[in-house]
């Protein structure tokens, strides 16, 4: 594909994300939490860091993947990263394809380092990539973990998608094998089965981000980019994140799990890491948030946003985030026969 192409589908993808974001009632408003009225610990006893093995995150939020490769996404990405930078949050940048095809392109995605030196950074491939591309897009970020994209339904939904799916396994387990930061395999938006979990684990892969249904859909945004517009059919395509969170409760692998996909305030983010999550990534909202209010207003909310997840953790008795893990939840009434129906078949694996 040439290079104006990809830039100008960069742009459409940005534009589409942000008049398409889903905002009706989700899978996380069918969850409830179990309040707690006699609290044991005080507000400023909360520490919510993610630790996992390869990194630390002060707060369990980060940004999650999408730009880089046209100039509305160096702008887009170096605002990003002056917010991860002003919250201390980690951030990915969108797919560093077109950086790896062209040099100019670099400075889109480079722009997140220089803005944001010391901060925990991803860089993003797709899962064709091979290991030798992988390697630069890490080193031109010096990024901290390479999330590695499947996003299966957006290439066979985009008009000029790439539909070879045959050796993305292998590929991702040779180009694990081949760097030194932990992969992250990633979801955009469709979520994960357990079936799907198990077999990355299998692979050895430490890391899965499960992006689920319920924010940026790509369904609709590919399905929109089709001059017939023809597969509407699959807006509703995949799991919620809510529903890929209990695959993997009902999977119990020994996986880190990062959950991302509509989450939309402090209280989504909370319920993520009640149900399994250990941080809670946002893409879509963020990048509304930010192209309505600008960067300074988006600093001040998402202070809040951290700040506000201590106050629910609070509500729940919660000091760490392993105490959320214990907190008690009541699932819908279709929520929970997906869960009976799924536990039939799931079969844990530890
Ligand atoms: C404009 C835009 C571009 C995106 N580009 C990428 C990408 O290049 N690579 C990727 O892994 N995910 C990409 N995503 C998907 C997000 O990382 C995330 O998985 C998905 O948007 C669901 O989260 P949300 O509902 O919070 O937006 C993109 C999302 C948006 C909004």
Same mark, same amino acid.
């Given at each position: 594909?040439?290079?104006?192409?990809?830039?100008?589908?960069?742009?459409?993808?940005?534009?589409?994300?942000?008049?398409?974001?889903?905002?009706?009632?989700?899978?996380?408003?069918?969850?409830?939490?179990?309040?707690?009225?006699?609290?044991?610990?005080?507000?400023?006893?909360?520490?919510?860091?993610?630790?996992?093995?390869?990194?630390?995150?002060?707060?369990?939020?980060?940004?999650?993947?999408?730009?880089?490769?046209?100039?509305?996404?160096?702008?887009?990405?170096?605002?990003?990263?002056?917010?991860?930078?002003?919250?201390?949050?980690?951030?990915?940048?969108?797919?560093?394809?077109?950086?790896?095809?062209?040099?100019?392109?670099?400075?889109?995605?480079?722009?997140?380092?220089?803005?944001?030196?010391?901060?925990?950074?991803?860089?993003?491939?797709?899962?064709?990539?091979?290991?030798?591309?992988?390697?630069?897009?890490?080193?031109?970020?010096?990024?901290?973990?390479?999330?590695?994209?499947?996003?299966?339904?957006?290439?066979?939904?985009?008009?000029?998608?790439?539909?070879?799916?045959?050796?993305?396994?292998?590929?991702?387990?040779?180009?694990?094998?081949?760097?030194?930061?932990?992969? =992250?395999? #990633?979801?955009?938006?469709?979520?994960?089965?357990? +079936? @799907? $979990?198990?077999?990355? /684990?299998?692979?050895?892969? *430490?890391?899965?981000?499960?992006?689920?249904?319920?924010?940026?859909?790509?369904?609709?945004?590919?399905?929109?980019?089709?001059?017939?517009?023809?597969?509407?059919?699959?807006?509703?395509?995949?799991?919620?994140?809510?529903?890929?969170?209990?695959?993997?409760?009902?999977?119990?692998?020994?996986?880190?799990?990062?959950?991302?996909?509509?989450?939309?305030?402090?209280?989504?983010?909370?319920?993520?890491?009640?149900?399994?999550?250990?941080?809670?990534?946002?893409?879509?909202? =963020?990048? #509304?948030?930010?192209?309505?209010?600008?960067?300074? +207003? @988006? $600093?001040?909310?998402? /202070?809040?946003?951290?700040? *506000?997840?201590?106050?629910?953790?609070?509500?729940?008795?919660?000091?760490?985030?392993?105490?959320?893990?214990?907190?008690?939840?009541?699932?819908?009434?279709?929520?929970?026969?997906?869960?009976?129906?799924?536990?039939?078949?799931?079969?844990?694996?530890?």
């Amino acid at each position: 594909m040439d290079d104006s192409l990809r830039s100008r589908r960069k742009n459409e993808h940005i534009q589409l994300a942000l008049d398409t974001y889903q905002t009706a009632g989700t899978d996380f408003d069918k969850v409830q939490l179990i309040h707690q009225s006699i609290p044991s610990i005080n507000k400023n006893q909360i520490d919510l860091s993610a630790r996992f093995p390869h990194f630390t995150f002060k707060y369990p939020l980060y940004i999650n993947a999408m730009t880089g490769g046209s100039e509305r996404a160096t702008e887009i990405n170096k605002q990003l990263a002056q917010i991860a930078k002003a919250c201390e949050i980690p951030m990915a940048v969108g797919s560093t394809h077109s950086a790896l095809k062209d040099p100019n392109a670099a400075s889109s995605f480079t722009i997140v380092r220089d803005a944001h030196p010391d901060g925990i950074i991803f860089s993003n491939v797709g899962a064709d990539i091979p290991y030798e591309k992988a390697k630069k897009s890490i080193e031109l970020l010096n990024a901290d973990a390479l999330q590695i994209h499947v996003n299966a339904p957006q290439e066979l939904i985009m008009p000029e998608g790439d539909t070879q799916f045959e050796n993305w396994l292998t590929n991702i387990q040779e180009i694990q094998e081949n760097i030194d930061v932990p992969v =992250i395999i #990633k979801e955009v938006g469709f979520g994960m089965s357990a +079936e @799907t $979990i198990q077999k990355i /684990k299998d692979i050895g892969i *430490q890391y899965v981000d499960i992006s689920g249904r319920g924010g940026t859909n790509f369904a609709i945004i590919e399905n929109e980019r089709r001059p017939l517009k023809d597969m509407a059919f699959l807006n509703q395509w995949g799991q919620s994140t809510i529903q890929s969170l209990l695959e993997a409760k009902l999977l119990n692998a020994d996986i880190n799990i990062l959950a991302s996909g509509g989450v939309k305030n402090p209280l989504d983010a909370i319920k993520a890491l009640v149900l399994g999550a250990q941080a809670v990534g946002l893409s879509g909202y =963020i990048l #509304k948030y930010l192209e309505e209010s600008g960067v300074d +207003e @988006t $600093i001040e909310h998402m /202070k809040q946003f951290i700040e *506000q997840m201590h106050v629910i953790a609070n509500l729940l008795n919660a000091s760490q985030l392993s105490d959320l893990k214990s907190v008690g939840y009541v699932l819908s009434p279709d929520l929970q026969t997906y869960v009976d129906q799924r536990s039939k078949v799931i079969h844990r694996s530890n």
